[in-house]
Every structure is written in C-alpha cells, then in structure tokens.
Nanobody, 130 residues
Framework: QLQLVESGGGLVQPGGSQRLSCKASGFNLHLYAVAWYRQAPGKEREEVGCIGSSIGDGADSVNYADSVKGRFSIARDNAKNMVYLQMNSLKTEDTAVYYC???????????????????WGQGTQVTVSS
C-alpha cells in the first residue's frame, strides 16, 4: 500500500523550532518530488516548499514560499525513505495542518501545484502559541 505519514507536529512557542517528518511506505520516495503544504482554518491549502526528486534535472533542488524563506528548510534522508521540514523562528501565523505530498514526475519541483501531487499524507497539526 502506497502511503505517506507525517509526524512531529505539536504546540510550540513563537520563535521556537519544530521538525516535521514525512515517511513513505510502499514506494521509493527519492524518485518523487515532495512538497509540504499547509492549511489554516478558513484558508486555502498553500505550498510551503518542495524538493525535487533525487534523480533527473534539478535533483534535490528546493524551493520555498516567500513567507517561510530563510526560516524553513526541506531535506531528504533517502536511507530512511523520509523527507523533513525543519521550521525555525516560528510565528503564530505558521499555525496550520501541515501535509506532505509526492509526485512521481522526476526533476524540478518548481512550478508544480497541488494537483500534480498524487500521494498525500493525513496531515499533522502545528500550533504556534504562547
């Protein structure tokens, strides 16, 4: 069964850090572009950032939304079949459910939208509050 599972969410104070994990089962995640999305109550799902597949043009290239650039980073651990989202200097407006998503098309992730991503995790809640 092809599956993505996120973990690592929780409550964190403003200015703090959190690391989210996305683990794949049933497929090799390094062959997929992976994106992190988030959705806050009453808002549309938005892309936080993405990482290209580990093969093809733009291998492991990363892109970030302007709202998180310089604070968030995405990295792979291909040995563990996982992708991470490291979040630093968290703000209250980062509060949302965070999702990872995978797309089997190789290469750059820049320019893809949520409709490109075939597999989605169930989401993990991140709450930034004092």
């Amino acid at each position: 069964q092809l599956q993505l599972v996120e973990s690592g969410g929780g409550l964190v104070q403003p200015g703090g850090s959190q690391r989210l994990s996305c683990k794949a089962s049933g497929f090799n995640l390094h062959l997929y572009a992976v994106a992190w999305y988030r959705q806050a109550p009453g808002k549309e799902r938005e892309e936080v950032g993405c990482i290209g597949s580990s093969i093809g043009d733009g291998a492991d290239s990363v892109n970030y939304a302007d709202s998180v650039k310089g604070r968030f980073s995405i990295a792979r651990d291909n040995a563990k079949n996982m992708v991470y989202l490291q979040m630093n200097s968290l703000k209250t407006e980062d509060t949302a459910v965070y999702y990872c998503a995978a797309d089997s098309s190789w290469g750059w992730c820049l320019g893809r939208n949520l409709h490109h991503y075939e597999y989605w995790g169930q989401g993990t809640q991140v709450t930034v509050s004092s």
